[in-house]
């Protein structure tokens, strides 16, 4: 496979990420808050050779325009905006993190516009309802940048944080990389967003087949919570990546790519 294309929208408001044949079936990566799209350059070379591959940048990292007023239903809409602009209809969307909390918002503003959603490593809901959960998390996320730390001084712990065992080195390399390149203003919004994201009471309306992908080590999706969160959507599968942490993609991603690959290809067979 060659390099994935680095590419921006006609509007010029999202940059991206792509390989494959353009007529193939749409298979788009959204990252997570320390990530970026070239996160997932293994994936668009593993599944670029039968979809069309594309990892989008979120608004506000790598080429993206920020969005004026950060939210998930915004990014959600974005998220859609980027889909039509692509010409992308009827995707697989894959979302990580808070890419999967994008996901579950889509599929409530735009319940069809999607064939199929892998969940990976991503929660139904943000903290606790009284919220000083979300409190203390936001605070040791946020505490050291107005200490004065940096994103590029920060990322090599906030990433050791994030992993399992015996993690790839490359991917590590690149996930340091993607966490340290994430500007400030851009990382502050995002975690704020998550603040009061609750999707529980929809995961019942999820009508697509649905993958929930996750990781034995994940603290921050922990493997019984997606185990739980999959039996309320109705055709869910539910895989768990043994000594996982948070970035399985970098982690383990043979093993992700896997485990994705025996959700996808079926529809691949089907399109042909």
């Not at 193939?24 to 979809?51: D, E, S």
């Not at 969307?93 to 808070?98: F, K, P, Q, T």
């Not at 929809?202 to 649905?210: F, H, N, S």
Request: net charge neutral.
């Amino acid at each position: 496979m060659s390099q994935p294309a680095s590419m921006i929208t006609g509007d010029g408001r999202f940059a991206y990420e792509t390989a494959g044949d353009p007529d193939a079936i749409p298979l788009i990566f959204l990252h997570g808050i320390g990530g970026a799209a070239r996160a997932w350059r293994q994936q668009l070379a593993t599944f670029g050779n039968r979809f069309r591959a594309i990892a989008w940048d979120m608004p506000g990292y790598g080429g993206s325009a920020p969005l004026p007023n950060v939210s998930i239903a915004a990014l959600a809409d974005a998220l859609l905006q980027f889909t039509d602009q692509l010409g992308a209809a009827n995707p697989i969307l894959v979302g990580h993190s808070i890419g999967g909390m994008i996901v579950q918002k889509w599929l409530v503003q735009s319940p069809k516009l999607a064939r199929a959603v892998v969940l990976a490593q991503t929660s139904p809901a943000f903290g606790k309802a009284d919220g000083d959960w979300q409190k203390s998390f936001i605070s040791a996320r946020l505490g050291p940048l107005d200490r004065g730390e940096t994103m590029k001084s920060l990322a090599p712990s906030l990433v050791k944080e994030l992993v399992g065992d015996d993690p790839d080195p490359k991917g590590m390399e690149l996930a340091r990389e993607c966490m340290a390149s994430v500007p400030e203003a851009s990382y502050r919004a995002m975690m704020l967003a998550l603040i009061g994201f609750d999707q529980r009471k929809t995961l019942k309306d999820i009508a697509v087949p649905t993958l929930l992908l996750s990781g034995s080590r994940d603290n921050n999706a922990p493997a019984p919570m997606m185990a739980k969160t999959a039996t309320y959507i109705p055709a869910a599968e539910y895989v768990e990546l043994p000594g996982v942490g948070h970035l399985a993609n970098l982690e383990r991603p043979g093993a992700f790519d896997k485990a994705l690959a025996n959700f996808v290809d079926p529809f691949v067979a089907k399109h042909g």
